[in-house]
């Protein structure tokens, strides 16, 4: 079993000016064996991330004999759901690792090859909505997902459903939508145009009210799920038929992977999304995809074009991403090289 010797993380950013940012985590067991997490910065603050890592997180888990992964969830307690899923998934890729096991193989996936969607964000013209919507089906993908908001939803969604008939639509509402009539209507509007979902309608912690839209309309409504009583409460409160699965919001592939397992026996069904914007997260979210109850396409690959930090690179060919089980772990190798050229902050423990 290998023995946790040491705790790298890097904080690192896109160069010439993009945005992303993640904290990189990289774990070294016995016999220079290592495990790589990754959390995405987009919708978290880094400083707090940070801190669970250097203070807490990291720290526990030194000197620590990783019998099996699960052994790292008092560890990743200590810490927000970014840092926890970062920390995990790098555990997780130690573990296989060190035991030449493919981190698909050992979640329980089935899959070989996964069928992916893609997501667009809120546009200014509904030409432009179209635009986008195009260049994802010619990329092959097979499932859109696109947001909405209240007085950008109809018409984005019309002008989408007549371009492509067949296209399986997820509707994207941010949370923006109240039990208003006004809103209601809209939302059985939006029923009308064969989506596949409407994600995300209400207030997440109002399960009641996701309970009573998804009696209302045809398609399935699919809460926020970010922990496991929220995903059972959700179940048995019949508020939703879809899960966006998420190890980077569940707080990594440990309790993805048991999310996994309570959706799948409730009759649900689920897509995965990745995390990130330097590939080991979404080389995460392909072993998790592989996993028998991912039955909707999954957005799992990076964006073509940008630079790749793992090899090869996590990308979708005509519409699919094959799930690499031929190697151990995450299945790539990451350019560590690159990596601490582009940190622009990082530390190591023991230090």
Known sequence: MPQIHGCDAFRVAMPRGRRPESVLVRLTGRDDAVGWGE???????????WADIEERMGPALIGLDLERPEDVSAAAELGCPAAAAAIDMACWD??????????????????TSIVTGSRIGPEPLLETVVTRVNQVVGAGHTRVTMAVRPGWDIEPVRAVRQAYPALAVVADAGHSYRETPEHLAVLEGLDGYGLLAIERPFPADDLAAHARLQRRIGAAVAPAVGDLDTL????????????????????GLTAARSAHDLAYAAGWDVWCTGTGSFGIGQAAAVA???????????????PAGGPAFVSPPVRSTGGVVGVPYT????????????????????????A
């Open 232 to 251: 059972d409460a959700a179940i048995s409160g019949e508020a939703g038929r879809v899960l966006d699965l998420s190890a980077a919001r569940m707080g």
């Open 39 to 49: 959390a995405a910065l987009s919708a978290a603050d880094p400083e707090p991330v």
């Open 288 to 302: 998790l995809a592989a996993l028998p109850g991912v039955t909707l396409p999954s957005e799992v690959s990076d």
């Open 327 to 350: 190697q151990p772990g995450l299945g790539h190798e990451i350019d560590l090289a690159r990596i601490e050229r582009l940190a622009t902050r990082r530390l190591r423990i023991p």
């Open 94 to 111: 130690l573990w296989c690792r060190a035991r030449g096991l493919p981190l698909a193989h050992a979640l329980g996936g089935t899959r």
